[in-house]
């Protein structure tokens, strides 16, 4: 599932590199979309298994739940409970993404500003297409640490830490898996 999630990064990359903005974003949900799926799946793998055979879909609201999603403090308590503070903050964010994605996705109004004449490079809607993109990849790195940076084993560590610390290196409970020793 995160390969096919990476694809669509590369297909929302390309698209905003060649002024297709409107695919940028609907890609960019797709990447988002499944990415976060990824790691729900991952604790509930008879899921996985069935959206592997075509039997479940990835489901929005189940993946942003309060309840129980992946950015719930139910889901980070179980693997990673120290996060479980910083998890309102980005359900925030990703809600809003995703809402933003799905003015492209569903062609409301203004979601053509800028972009229902010519196609044509418009360097306000490519910026704010970037902006989108760091959250999403921000989002999603949220999502992978608080579902594995606990239970990863040094060398896995290692392989992450300065993008890690890059991103959530303000956050005590990321700073201290890299100061742990040697397990």
Not at 55 to 75: A, C, P, R, Y
Not at 80 to 87: I, L, V
Not at 155 to 165: I, N, S
């Given at each position: ?43 509930h793998?008879?899921?996985m ?55 492209f ?22 910026d ?56």
């Amino acid at each position: 599932m995160f390969r096919l999630a990476k694809i669509e990064y590369q297909h929302a990359l390309y698209s905003a590199s060649v002024a297709q903005y409107r695919q940028a974003h609907v890609s960019l949900r797709l990447f988002f979309e499944l990415s976060l799926c990824c790691v729900l799946f991952s604790a509930h793998e008879i899921d996985m298994h069935l959206w592997m055979k075509d039997q479940k879909d990835s489901n929005w609201s189940s993946i942003i739940s309060n309840e129980n999603g992946v950015l719930s403090k139910t889901f980070s308590g179980a693997f990673f409970p120290e996060m479980k503070e910083h998890c309102e903050q980005y359900r925030a964010m990703a809600e809003t993404l995703y809402r933003e994605c799905s003015q492209f996705v569903h062609g409301n109004r203004n979601s053509f500003d800028g972009i229902d004449g010519e196609m044509a490079y418009i360097p306000e809607i490519l910026d704010a297409w970037v902006d989108r993109a760091d959250t999403a990849l921000r989002v999603v790195k949220f999502a992978f640490a608080c579902r594995y940076l606990r239970v990863s084993e040094r060398p896995q560590r290692d392989v992450v830490e300065d993008m890690m610390l890059g991103d959530f290196g303000d956050l005590p409970p990321v700073q201290a898996q890299f100061e742990r020793k040697e397990q």
